[in-house]
């Protein structure tokens, strides 16, 4: 019962992003209106997919120390979670942007380096598919996700905050800290963020698990 | 398994031009969801994106879900 904490956590820390994050008094910011409240199932899942891509990169350049197949097992399920997390933050920013910036699929950088930060990571999972051999399909990807995760930090974290972007937190437009004049926002932010990055290692896990039970069958 | 996942990208790289002209087009139209998603403040727009979270996890989990069952299949028929 003591390993399993952590998961009893994320389902309390969901369960009071989901109700207080719905009753919380926010900050109006011009024409976001109460869809501010994205702050708290929008920007997590960034968070979460960051977490997760972490994970796959340090284990991938362990893998490559070692040459551990468990190592490359922890680094392609961080991914595929890492990835889940990516296209539902993408199809989330792109509801809200309909609503809010007057486009599905506009021209803004924020969107579009973010689209191909994700494109790169589909094309490693793809890469994965497309080798059979084992070992060579882990060290191929290991090298692979080096350079994706060395992508995708300028493309989704720096270059969106240098250039002109109608998304909050860019060159143009302020973030919503400095806004949340009462401090109820990042009340509500902070566990959101911890819940749903645990959440998200949670269903990694279970793949970690399936993925283990697997490559003991080949084995045998 | 390698065949379903190649069709879906070669249909998603086909589709994504055309998908991406559509949704140049600027959003201001009013159909009776668009002003449902602004009414009340666009809190619906808030509803929408946790109902999006939701079934893409609960979707994963079903893919998890059979992918295990393949497994504990294929363990039954070979001992």
């Keep these: 019962m003591a390993k399993h904490w952590w998961k009893a956590l994320a389902v309390l820390l969901l369960l009071y992003t989901i109700i207080a994050g719905f009753l919380v008094k ?30 796959s990169v340090i284990n991938s350049i362990r893998y ?98 240098m250039v002109d972007s109608l998304h909050p937190g860019s060159a143009t437009s302020p973030g919503f800290r400095g806004r949340d004049t009462s401090g109820t926002l990042m009340m509500v932010f902070y566990p959101a963020f911890t819940g749903w990055t645990l959440l998200g290692v949670w269903i990694y896990t279970l793949l970690v698990r399936y993925k283990r039970l697997e490559l003991k069958n080949i084995f045998k | 398994m390698i065949n379903r996942a190649s069709y879906f990208f070669l249909t998603l790289a086909l589709l994504l031009p055309s998908l991406l002209a559509q949704a140049q087009q600027q959003n201001t139209e009013t159909g009776p969801v668009n002003e449902l998603l602004r009414s009340n403040g666009k809190i619906y727009v808030v509803v929408t994106v ?20 393949k497994l504990e299949h294929q363990q039954q028929s070979k001992p």
């Excluded at chain 1, 995760?149 to 720096?158: G, S, V």
């Design chain 2, 50 to 69: 946790l109902t999006i979270i939701f079934i893409c996890i609960v979707l994963y989990l079903v893919r998890l879900d059979r992918k295990i069952s």
């Design chain 1, 26 to 55: 926010i900050p109006v910011i011009e024409n976001n209106e109460q869809s501010t409240r994205n702050l708290f199932f929008h920007v997590p899942m960034w968070i979460s997919m960051y977490t997760l891509f972490t994970i």
């Design chain 1, 64 to 161: 490559l120390g070692k040459y551990d197949l468990k190592k490359d097992i922890l680094a392609s399920c961080s991914a595929n979670v890492g990835v889940l997390f990516g296209v539902m933050g993408f199809i989330t920013g792109s509801v809200w942007a309909t609503y809010t910036w007057g486009g599905t699929l506009t021209s803004d950088p924020k969107q579009i380096s973010t689209a191909v930060a994700l494109l790169i990571y589909l094309a490693y999972l793809v890469l994965r598919m497309s080798v059979t051999d084992i070992d060579k399909r882990a060290r191929v990807s290991a090298i692979y996700n080096i350079f994706a995760f060395a992508l995708l930090i300028p493309l989704t974290y720096i270059i969106p905050r």
